[in-house]
């Protein structure tokens, strides 16, 4: 079994493992647990009754939260000609085409979401295996497969996250930093659960939202009440 830090080890005897507690408490709770010397990333982890296995059950989409994440939001747009510096004008980090190709079949990653124009998407499928496992392929029900590439960069760039759920049904996600007011974190909690709701598989089983909690990069996991989130579905 692994072994906890003193400081971990404390921050985790404030936190009843049996108890739910309200959106509110659980950031009041989980930043004043945060120790670390560095801005943590408050991060939600939202189990779904859902079967990723199904198609009809794989719940995937993007959310602008209302304060951001506190994360600067890499963008790469595969994109040529007049699109290409549509994107450039929009703030994003990395554009073009055959050259980002290349770079890309040797390895290289270092960017946070993908967004392409449809004329490009056959080759840009030819990179499934490198991008798919790294959820960094675009996707036209994620938006960013477009024309618009300015709109969606600035949307990216302003904070607007994509997510899907993983193996197990449960979308992790981050939700601001530990600077951030209880009532910005709040805020932006409550926009992606009534984001996740809108989402609900019409074949998807009570309870949609089986469990949420929420944790600080170096802190333990603080387990929600869910009935907040039931109310929005």
């Known amino acids: 079994m692994a072994r906890?830090?003193?400081?971990?080890?404390?921050?985790?005897?404030?936190?009843?493992?049996?108890?739910?507690?309200?959106?509110?408490?659980?950031?009041?709770l989980v930043k004043e647990m945060s120790y670390a010397r560095f801005d943590e990333s408050i991060d939600?982890?939202?189990?779904?009754?859902?079967?990723?296995?199904?198609a009809d059950q794989m719940v995937r989409g993007a959310v602008s939260l209302p304060n951001g994440t506190g994360k600067e939001t890499k963008v790469l747009v595969f994109a040529k000609g007049e699109k290409a510096r549509e994107a450039e004008a929009a703030g994003a980090d990395f554009v073009g085409a055959d050259e980002l190709f290349t770079r890309i079949e040797d390895g290289w990653t270092d960017w946070d979401v993908t967004v392409a124009t449809?004329?490009?998407?056959g080759q840009v499928g030819r990179l499934g295996r490198?991008?798919?496992?790294?959820?960094?392929?675009?996707?036209?029900?994620a938006g960013t497969v477009t024309f618009?590439?300015?709109d969606i960069v600035g949307k990216l760039k302003?904070?607007?996250?994509e997510f899907r759920v993983d193996k197990a049904g449960i979308v992790h996600i981050p939700v601001g930093r530990s600077s951030f007011e209880v009532e910005e974190l709040t805020e932006n909690v409550e926009t992606l659960i009534e984001r996740l709701a809108r989402l609900k598989p019409a074949s998807a089983t009570a309870p949609y939202f089986k469990s949420i909690a929420l944790s600080a990069t170096m802190s333990p996991s603080i387990k929600l009440d869910t009935t907040f989130a039931r109310e929005m579905l």
């Open 4 to 28: 906890r830090g003193k400081k971990y080890s404390a921050a985790n005897t404030k936190v009843d493992p049996a108890a739910r507690y309200s959106l509110e408490e659980a950031i009041s």
């Open 44 to 54: 939600a982890a939202i189990r779904l009754n859902v079967n990723p296995r199904h």
């Open 118 to 121: 449809p004329d490009l998407m």
């Open 130 to 141: 490198v991008l798919g496992p790294r959820g960094l392929m675009p996707s036209p029900k």
């Open 148 to 150: 618009d590439v300015s």
């Open 158 to 161: 302003a904070g607007r996250l």
